[in-house]
């Protein structure tokens, strides 16, 4: 028998997205988005390409959201002091309003998505799913392995 985990949690993380970006179509932002801005928000004053290292996405996917994320006053690029080739990337105040309203949405997909469980049952999935983030990120494979390409 095949192990379904990792479709089962491709498809489980699709169906969230969907579901995030149809309730912030009015805010107007995506799931994607609102991901840049969570990790920005733990890592103020970040360099862009160290927040695309965070986000495990290609420095040029980040520029693009980061453009969107600057129109929109939410987002400033300054110039690092220290490499001018290089921007550091700072939270506008405008952006924690945003931020909590995108929060809502967040924890209202997860309601849908985990009421077929119990409270006790959603606690535990969490503590699971948080393991093996932390194992299989102590187990990294180095950069240019076999499993990367």
């Known amino acids: 028998m095949h192990s379904k985990f990792g479709f089962l949690s491709y498809e489980i993380s699709h ?10 179509e009015n805010i107007g ?3 994607a988005q609102w991901r840049a801005l969570v990790h920005l ?8 390409i160290d927040l695309a290292d965070i986000l495990e996405i290609k420095p040029i996917t980040l ?12 987002v400033r690029r300054n110039k690092d002091s ?13 952006a924690h309003t945003v931020m909590q309203a995108l929060w809502d949405i967040a924890d209202a997909v997860e309601a849908q998505v985990l ?25 990294a ?5 076999a499993l990367d390409e």
């Open 15 to 24: 169906i969230i997205r969907q579901r995030f970006n149809k309730q912030a």
């Open 29 to 31: 932002l995506t799931h």
């Open 41 to 48: 928000s733990n890592n103020e004053n970040c360099r862009q």
């Open 63 to 74: 520029a693009r959201q980061i453009d969107f994320l600057e129109d929109a006053g939410l």
């Open 82 to 94: 220290e490499d001018r080739r290089a921007y550091r990337l700072e939270l506008m105040p405008k």
């Open 115 to 139: 009421n077929s469980l119990s409270l006790n049952e959603q606690e535990q999935l969490s503590t699971l799913l948080e393991r093996i983030k932390i194992s299989i990120n102590a187990n």
């Open 141 to 145: 494979l180095p950069e240019g392995s």
